[in-house]
């Protein structure tokens, strides 16, 4: 790592590197359940934030050393208003969203530490700290996310909660924003609205918009990857800190066609964490079992990922820390 490049460089170049894969985490909530956490109840792992945050971190350094060279933060579902309705004070909700950014770098440090120690740190670059920004949906857990209602909030409303949100998370200084599982086209126009803010531009973190889409061609919206794709362009060069867009939360068998369509309007490096390909059931809020892809048959997928243009490529929910370390064996082939 060069002394003094800034955190804003290294990330870009970390993921404009084609020599080398660029591995994102897997479903930290799929990890944790592994390990016997029952994380029913409105708010998921951020509820952990408050019960058990040592857990948390032990899910962060689990994919740090499984091979991620990000791993986002326990705050996709994480609002001071979701956290104020499970009973919390304005400022409480606060403090745990600059803690799961805390948690995050922590665990990045303890991780690298150890991989520096135990020369697994060889070949690798230093890993980043992310933090997860869910979308206005996700606040909501309702499932929204993937129907792609429009919210029945103004954009206005909707940059500001965004705003509100960025300003406490760049307190704690990650090293990007993961805007993730974005159902609809204007809040794909907010979050770019909200990047360009003199406040964000400030702080000169980098981030990334990845959408979630219900079949090849379409956002949950049912916007369009296309009019996506398309509108992204536009605003990229406008745009300094945006500096990738994908797709995650999808199907692993709809991500092909979906990169495509991107790379044909938008020259970002794209970034994709699919699920493993079960089916959800909302009502019942569980996964149908014996509908998913083992973690070879995901894996395998990745290569078509990469030859359409991804560079930064991992897992949704459902993958673990051992579809990562399988993902990052095949990727550095």
Known sequence: EEEGEDNFTRFVSAIGDKTRPFVLDGGQATQMEREGVDLSGHLWSARLLCDNPAMIKKTHVAFFLAGADVVVSASYQGTVEGFKRAGMSEEEGKRLLRFSIQLIKEARNEAWEQMVKDGSSAGRIKPFAGASVGCYAASLADGSEYTGSSYG????????????????????????????????????????????????????????????????????????????????????????????????????????????????????????????????????????????????????????????????????CRTSVDTIRLLRERLMR
């Open 153 to 316: 909030i103004t954009p206005e409303e909707l940059r500001g909660f965004h705003l509100e949100r960025l300003k406490l998370f760049a307190e704690e200084a990650p090293d990007v924003f993961a805007f993730e599982t974005i159902p609809n086209m204007m809040e794909v126009e907010a979050i770019i609205d909200v990047l360009n803010d003199p406040q964000i531009l400030a702080t000169n973190i980098p981030a990334w918009i990845s959408v979630c889409c219900k079949d090849d061609e379409t956002l949950s919206s049912d916007e369009s990857v296309e009019e996506f794709a398309k509108f992204v362009a536009s605003r990229v060069p406008s745009t300094r800190l945006l500096v990738s867009v994908g797709v995650n939360c999808v199907h692993p068998r709809h991500v092909e066609k979906i990169l495509s369509t991107m790379r044909a309007y938008c020259d970002l490096p794209l970034v994709v964490y699919p699920n493993k390909g079960e089916k959800f059931d909302t009502a019942r809020r569980e996964w149908v079992p014996g509908t998913a892809m083992d973690d070879e048959d995901f894996c395998k997928l990745s290569d078509s990922w990469r030859a359409n243009g991804a560079t930064m490529i991992g897992g949704c």
